[in-house]
Nanobody, 127 residues
């Protein structure tokens, strides 16, 4: 059974940090482009970052300006996991975060580009 699982979410105070992780069963994450998406309350799911896998080299992309300099996207090839490190978190970062795997070798921010999805994990930024 193909499955992605997110971990590392939770409640954090403004200014705090979290490290989201994405693991897979039934597939090898290293073979996929990994997208990170978020869905805030009352809003549609949107792409926030991505790390591609093309010809053995990874390239990460951050969508939007709010995460620039605060969020890091990386892949641990040895562990076959992907991570999204989020620093200096703000209230507006509160959302359910999803990781997704897509076979297209370049990054994309639309949902249809990804075949496999995790269940999502809650991140709440609150004092």
């Amino acid at each position: 059974q193909l499955q992605l699982v997110e971990s590392g979410g939770g409640l954090v105070q403004p200014g705090g940090s979290l490290r989201l992780s994405c693991e897979a069963s039934g597939l090898t994450l290293n073979d996929y482009t990994i997208g990170w998406f978020r869905q805030a309350p009352g809003k549609e799911r949107e792409g926030v970052s991505c790390i591609s896998h093309s010809s053995g080299s990874d390239r990460s992309t951050q969508y939007g300006d709010s995460g620039q300099g605060r969020f890091i996207i990386l892949r641990d090839s040895a562990e076959d996991t992907a991570h999204r490190e989020m620093n200096n978190l703000r209230h507006e970062n509160t959302a359910v975060y999803y990781c997704a795997g897509g076979q297209w070798p370049i990054c994309g921010s639309t949902l249809s580009e990804y075949e496999h999805w995790g269940q999502g994990i809650q991140v709440t930024v609150s004092a």
